[in-house]
C-alpha cells in the first residue's frame, strides 16, 4: 500500500507559479507510473497529469498543456507539478495518486484506475 503526501499549495495571484510535490512511500516508487488531479468546489475531481513510470511519457489535460509540467525524481521518491500562468480557474485542491500496475505509462490513472488517495493541497489563485 502506498502513502502519498501532497504539499506546495498556496495563494497565488492570476499569472504567478507554484511547484506541488507529492511524496510517496511504502512500496518502489520508481516502478510506478504517478499523476496529478484536482477537485475545485462544487467540481468532479478531474485528471491534470500523468508520468510514466520512467519518466519518459508524459500526459497532460487540455485546460493546463503548455502551463504546467509534470516530473518526478526516483532518487526521492518524489513527483512535482510546476505550474506557470496560473488562472483562476486552476483554483482547487490538487493530489497526486500512484498507478495500480507496475511499469506502464500511466494508462489505468487516466481511465479511472486510481489508488489511495492523499489528503490534498490547496491551491488558490486570486484575480
Known amino acids: 500500500q502506498v502513502q502519498l503526501v501532497e504539499s506546495g499549495g498556496g495563494l497565488v495571484q492570476a499569472g504567478g507559479s507554484l511547484r506541488l510535490s507529492c511524496a510517496a512511500s511504502g512500496r518502489t516508487f520508481s516502478n510506478y507510473a504517478m499523476g496529478w488531479f484536482r477537485q475545485a468546489p462544487g467540481k468532479e475531481r478531474e485528471f491534470v497529469a500523468t508520468?510514466?513510470?520512467?519518466?519518459?511519457?508524459?500526459y497532460y489535460a487540455d485546460s493546463v498543456k503548455g502551463r504546467f509540467t509534470i516530473s518526478r525524481d526516483n532518487a526521492k521518491n518524489t513527483m512535482y507539478l510546476q505550474m506557470n500562468s496560473l488562472k483562476p480557474e486552476d483554483t482547487a485542491v490538487y493530489y497526486c495518486?500512484?498507478?495500480?500496475?507496475?511499469?506502464?505509462?500511466?494508462?489505468?490513472?487516466?481511465?479511472?484506475?486510481?489508488?489511495?488517495w492523499g489528503q490534498g493541497t490547496q491551491v488558490t489563485v486570486s484575480s
Open positions: 495518486n500512484a498507478d495500480l500496475n507496475p511499469k506502464t505509462t500511466g494508462w489505468g490513472l487516466r481511465l479511472g484506475q486510481l489508488g489511495s
Open positions: 508520468i510514466g513510470w520512467s519518466g519518459g511519457s508524459t
